[in-house]
């Protein structure tokens, strides 16, 4: 089966909910993603609030409270919201990876794997139907002789301590008290039932993946996933395992695999000219990656993908990305790429129309340059 890019991009912008635009849950908009990047909590209500007719914000607090998502630091060590069915698969693999048991890491963060398995334990003996702040967490640890020196990295925002933890389902964010984060233990969620084996999570992952993200190999699934930690008999074996539930697609000459009950409906998928404003850190970019220059030409790259791992909101025209915008007071100003064709002006209105209506922004004016 053969496949344009247009088509494509067009079939993805219809399964992440970005056309036709229809009223999901925000919990089944999460689920649909695989996750919404969560270090910015506004970032994160736009992204699920401009894939909904009505542009309503709010919900991810509310189905945090509930245990219908949680939050936790998933995919490429960020914090993500995720569905807990989901996350637990997402949360295996990662622990799979074993990334801490690696001198590097032990030498750049100051733990041992024996020190990290020990805090698993213990985290999870603290937590147990409790919600503490991060400097609560690390007052009940440093009390413990086996954590000596480590006050500074269980303290830090950054969690590069806590991540391992995270990803071993020892911990996760809490629904906060004021402006200061919590923690509390994914088993006193209602969805949790447990990190299943990663042979078991892994083909309903790629599956999952796939679904919002494809046509794609298990090699860009564990870029996505883990910066490519993964072993790769492993992923080799989520392909075999999904068995005939994969269908090989050639992309412009590109392999790749779509689930084949999608098979169908991507090949009759018309391109698309549509036109979408998306905010910073909008999973349509962070699925398929940066580097995907289907998507963003590499000579564009440094204009979306910026210092310290800002990810900046997105022109989406005919499902590639051709500038990028910000909103100053009462106007969105949007600065096309170099040889980028400006889109119709109505087309741009309309998509700062839902901006503003997702933001709670009032009328907004729209500047071209």
Known sequence: MKVSWNQVLAWRLRRQYLEPLTDPDPVEVVGRLCGVQAQV???????????RATADQGGLASAL?????????????????VTPGEGADFLSLLASARTWEKPAWTREFGATPQQVS????????????AELTREELAAELIR???????EKQLRSGWGALLKPLAWQGALCHGSGQGNKITFIAPRDLPGWKGLPDPAEAGPRAFAAYLGAYGPAGPELFD?????????KTLLR???????????AVEVEGRPA???????????????TRSVHLLGGFDQYILGPGTKAEEILPQEHRAKVSKT????????????????VWEVSGRQLNVTLFPGASAPAREDLEAAAGRVARAGGLGRLTVQVS
Not at 223 to 231: C, D, F, I, P
Not at 237 to 245: N, Q, S, T, Y
Request: no cysteine; aromatic share 8%; net charge negative.
């Open 41 to 51: 909590t506004s970032s994160a209500e736009l992204a699920i609030a401009l894939r």
């Open 65 to 81: 409270a509930e245990g219908a998502l949680m939050k936790t630091w998933a995919m490429r060590g960020t914090l993500h919201w």
């Open 118 to 129: 020990d805090l698993v334990e213990k985290v999870s003996e603290i937590l147990h139907g």
């Open 144 to 150: 413990d002789r086996r954590f000596t020196g480590m």
């Open 223 to 231: 870029h996505w996933l883990s910066r490519g930690s993964l072993r």
């Open 237 to 247: 074996a989520f392909v075999a395992e999904l068995g005939d539930r994969l269908t």
């Open 257 to 271: 695999y779509v689930l084949t009950e999608h098979a169908d409906e991507l090949a009759a998928t018309e391109p």
């Open 308 to 323: 310290a791992g800002w990810i900046a909101p997105l022109l989406v025209a005919g499902g590639r990305i051709t500038g």
